[in-house]
């Protein structure tokens, strides 16, 4: 009988192994950290620059406004939404307090203006939505429009120069740690990622956003506010934007309208391919910023083993739709 019984225990705890293995290989930031460390191996074997600490931090540094971004992309997507205004908007953030700046407004109130800036518009998009019944794409297509025509219309097509040090300090800082000087904007970045986090996984209004994104009819009829939730995360990703957009223009030391041009796609691309389904109700913020890193490291490798920039966003956009193709076999499983 103890013979029959500890064979029974063996098979489960057997059962249990392969459950738990293939819970871990499914898991979708699985995959996307092993596309990282096979890139990583590539370019470390194919080239002799990609791991110089210069190059790392450049990408670090690169990648932290895009996280940042795709930090709110990911609370909008998981609810079904889409804002294509995340580039416009980070632009607009950086000269808002680029121009307080210039007029002689202390750092930090220029700061709090530039977040100001990107809370604002991130109000707009989730009104226009909730309130005015407009489709996401086009509701966020239109404050896309709208706040780069802001951008060249306060300054006139010119950029805003000769930045406070103080505020330059924000995106230019390296903090010290051990041997080796960690970018400022890397630290920013780890800290909202750990804080939208906790924030999605461990709050009342985490567990709202994903209950939208599986099913608004559902969650309505629960009693939740489903225009409450929505209007917070278009404003939470118009804020993040916001941080992303300051820390940007501090460390080019300069506020041109065209900056961050066409960095939705990036932004979407990093959630995306993190493994947020655009059909809703999935995405984790670890995902995405692996998402974020597989992204930079990629157009890093491009131009490492010297392919031209003109054909980064073709790949870009291969890579998107091969990230959106693997979620919809994904989602057919049974």
Known sequence: ????????????????????WRRIVGRQEFGVALILLVLVVFLSLYTDTFLTSTNIFNILRAFSWIA???????MVIITAGI?????SVMGLSGLASAMLLAEGIPVPVAVIGGLVAGLLVGIANGLMITKGKLPPFIATLGTLLMARGLCYGLTGGWPVRELDPSFRYLGQHDIPIGTIGVPLPLIFTLVFATISAVFLNRTVWGYR????GGSETATRLSGINTDSVKIMVYSLCGL??????????ARLGVAAPTAAYGYELDVIAAAVVGGTSLMGGEGTILGVLIGTVVMQVLRNGLVLVGVSAYWLQAVQGLVIVTAIMLDQLRKRRP
């Open 1 to 20: 009988m103890s013979t029959i019984n500890t064979a029974r225990s063996e098979d489960i705890q057997i059962r249990a192994r392969g459950t738990t």
């Open 68 to 74: 940042l971004s795709a930090f709110g992309q990911c």
């Open 83 to 87: 804002d294509l205004s995340v580039g």
């Open 209 to 212: 956003i994903y209950a939208v």
């Open 240 to 249: 993040l934007t916001a941080i992303g957009g300051v820390l940007m223009t």
